[in-house]
């Protein structure tokens, strides 16, 4: 099964199935600011477009471009701001 | 506007936007064969998972996993077999 997910109005959309290594999504925001709570550890890596992001314990938003991937921990939250629209891997292994 | 696709009884979905650099897709297939025809070019990125490819003039299928990539030229098909569930990243620009 592909999964359909949509947040905050659709302005995320997700598709979840599972790869070789655990449980993923691939999905696309909408420019804008978006707060994440996790229930898991993610491991995000930006596809195309940017997402600067506020992570966990941090003070300050950090650029993170295609080709490039943070990581936060569970039961946490995150937020990122999306510039233009944004495809991203969102790893739960 | 984030689009959502879905070809051959749900079993390859995609979701689709603009870039940087132009339209793109990202969606996930299903374990399976599929023929796929397309309208302008194509640049295939495999994100997660494994794709077996018979591209355009070619009698080889080749494989390309995580992170490689193939080019398909506009108006033709080509077919792709899926190993698992497979994400893939699809740049028409």
Do not use: H, R
């Not at 477009?49 to 993170?64: D, H, N, Q, V, Y």
């Amino acid at each position: 099964m592909i999964s359909n997910n949509e947040y905050f109005d659709g302005t995320v959309k997700s598709l979840g199935y599972t790869s070789a290594t655990g449980k993923s999504t691939i999905g696309v925001m909408e420019p804008g600011e978006y707060e994440f709570g996790t229930s898991s550890k993610e491991n995000m890596i930006v596809v195309e477009g940017e997402l600067i992001a506020l992570l966990p314990g941090e003070t300050e938003w950090k650029s993170f471009k295609a080709g490039t991937s943070f990581k936060v921990g569970a039961n946490t939250s995150f937020k990122v701001k999306s510039v233009g629209q944004t495809s991203y891997l969102c790893q739960y292994a």
